[in-house]
């Protein structure tokens, strides 16, 4: 009779083990698209992958045996993978946000917890040989191990917490960001990418609430089902990783990056006269806002003025964002068009294509929010007055 080393509980770890190597894979070798964001996501994924075989390996009720039996020697070894997990991650975020985004030195940080803990390991379990880890692994009682076991385990977690709120911090970022670089910004869903983010840093915020129930009922010895969060996480991540990969497949569609942000006194300090001037002359005469992919490198590229400091004079003399600026100008073009008599049989969705908008939804909102009333009441009060 086959030996059963999966309970149904299991199942769930064992699934979210092969969805993420089976779309690590997948990204690697088949997806094409931003290969740097592929390759993060992937080796988000792998990490993920090692968590449940951790949280196998080492309180599996069955599947912990047969682990002793095959060799010691996997014990812990994919535990160092919590503390990777939540890196990639971050990193794949700011891959995705950033334009040409490239690892800097002091990223080297974000690994520097992984290093400390696989040299702790090295010396705590790898060191010894195969009789001590069998007769350890044996004897073995999660309640009776080392207090300060503890406390790495809940430093872990705070961390992993910790890195989920920069991932939150760099999708508000860009939120604000994108309306200084795009005019057309309709065709950015960012709901994927907040579902995600958010879900993980929930299930992270689970692991502390874990740890510290944990930490609470053997040293003050109140009882709190620990295990129970602990399942409900694992369930949580299966969803989340499914959930990610049905998503993944549309990033190239629905996302733009932003220009990372650096810090410049004296560009932030000084505006040309000249380049306000030049900007105003050549929307007047030259109208590129009726480009309907215009963004702020093409009008940079137009009006020969660099990127950053046409945000800048853009964001300060004009007070506005690039997204408000070049819209505005759009909607005073659709004033002109609406207020001619010979172009009363054209239609709203033409107006608005005419003038620039990919949105109908944009056009509307704007026209009001500028003019106080919707285009077509302002096309009747022109009618009206004519």
């Given at each position: 009779?086959?030996?059963?080393?999966?309970?149904?509980?299991?199942?769930a770890l064992v699934f979210t083990i092969y969805q993420c190597i089976l779309f690590a894979f997948f990204l690697v070798v088949i997806?094409?698209?931003?290969?740097?964001?592929?390759?993060?996501?992937?080796?988000?994924?792998?990490?993920?992958?090692?968590?449940?075989?951790?949280?196998?390996?080492?309180?599996?009720?069955?599947?912990?045996?047969?682990?002793?039996?095959?060799?010691?020697?996997?014990?812990?070894?994919?535990?160092?993978?919590?503390?990777?997990?939540?890196?990639?991650?971050?990193?794949?975020?700011?891959?995705?946000?950033?334009?040409?985004?490239?690892?800097?030195?002091?990223?080297?940080?974000?690994?520097?917890?992984?290093?400390?803990?696989?040299?702790?390991?090295?010396?705590?379990?790898?060191?010894?040989?195969?009789?001590?880890?069998?007769?350890?692994?044996?004897?073995?009682?999660?309640?009776?191990?080392?207090?300060?076991?503890?406390?790495?385990?809940?430093?872990?977690?705070?961390?992993?917490?910790?890195?989920?709120?920069?991932?939150?911090?760099?999708?508000?970022?860009?939120?604000?960001?994108?309306?200084?670089?795009?005019?057309?910004?309709?065709?950015?869903?960012?709901?994927?990418?907040?579902?995600?983010?958010?879900?993980?840093?929930?299930?992270?915020?689970?692991?502390?609430?874990?740890?510290?129930?944990?930490?609470?009922?053997?040293?003050?010895?109140?009882?709190?089902?620990?295990?129970?969060?602990?399942?409900?996480?694992?369930?949580?991540?299966?969803?989340?990783?499914?959930?990610?990969?049905?998503?993944?497949?549309?990033?190239?569609?629905?996302?733009?990056?932003i220009e990372k942000p650096t810090v410049n006194n004296q560009e932030k300090n000084t505006i040309d006269p000249e380049q306000i001037?030049?900007?105003?002359?050549?929307?007047?005469?030259?109208?590129?806002?009726?480009?309907?992919?215009?963004?702020?490198?093409?009008?940079?590229?137009?009006?020969?003025?660099?990127?950053?400091?046409?945000?800048?004079?853009?964001?300060?003399?004009?007070?506005?964002?690039?997204?408000?600026?070049?819209?505005?100008?759009?909607?005073?073009?659709?004033?002109?068009?609406?207020?001619?008599?010979?172009?009363?049989?054209?239609?709203?969705?033409?107006?608005?294509?005419?003038?620039?908008?990919?949105?109908?939804?944009?056009?509307?909102?704007?026209?009001?929010?500028?003019?106080?009333?919707?285009?077509?009441?302002?096309?009747?009060?022109?009618?009206?007055?004519?």
């Amino acid at each position: 009779m086959s030996t059963v080393i999966f309970n149904t509980l299991d199942l769930a770890l064992v699934f979210t083990i092969y969805q993420c190597i089976l779309f690590a894979f997948f990204l690697v070798v088949i997806k094409k698209g931003n290969k740097q964001s592929n390759l993060l996501l992937a080796f988000f994924l792998l990490s993920y992958a090692a968590i449940p075989l951790d949280t196998l390996i080492n309180f599996g009720e069955d599947f912990r045996q047969y682990a002793i039996n095959f060799t010691p020697n996997v014990f812990y070894i994919f535990g160092t993978a919590y503390w990777l997990e939540a890196v990639f991650l971050l990193f794949y975020v700011r891959s995705l946000i950033y334009k040409k985004y490239r690892f800097k030195k002091h990223d080297l940080l974000y690994l520097l917890p992984f290093v400390l803990y696989f040299i702790y390991e090295i010396g705590n379990w790898y060191m010894f040989d195969i009789e001590t880890k069998l007769a350890i692994l044996n004897g073995y009682h999660l309640e009776e191990q080392p207090a300060y076991t503890r406390y790495i385990n809940l430093f872990r977690e705070c961390f992993r917490t910790f890195c989920g709120i920069l991932c939150l911090i760099e999708l508000l970022h860009y939120q604000q960001q994108i309306k200084n670089e795009y005019a057309d910004i309709e065709g950015v869903d960012l709901t994927w990418l907040k579902i995600l983010i958010i879900g993980f840093l929930i299930i992270r915020i689970q692991a502390v609430l874990v740890t510290l129930g944990f930490m609470t009922s053997i040293e003050l010895n109140i009882v709190i089902n620990y295990p129970l969060l602990g399942q409900l996480s694992n369930f949580m991540t299966m969803f989340l990783i499914s959930f990610l990969i049905f998503f993944n497949l549309g990033i190239s569609k629905l996302f733009t990056g932003i220009e990372k942000p650096t810090v410049n006194n004296q560009e932030k300090n000084t505006i040309d006269p000249e380049q306000i001037t030049a900007l105003t002359l050549y929307m007047k005469e030259h109208k590129p806002y009726l480009n309907h992919l215009l963004n702020i490198d093409n009008l940079a590229t137009q009006v020969f003025i660099p990127p950053r400091q046409l945000s800048q004079v853009i964001n300060r003399h004009f007070e506005q964002n690039f997204f408000e600026f070049i819209n505005g100008y759009r909607i005073e073009e659709s004033k002109a068009l609406l207020s001619i008599e010979n172009n009363a049989k054209m239609t709203m969705l033409e107006i608005m294509d005419q003038v620039g908008f990919n949105s109908k939804a944009t056009f509307n909102t704007f026209f009001k929010k500028i003019v106080g009333m919707t285009p077509t009441q302002y096309r009747k009060e022109q009618s009206n007055q004519t």
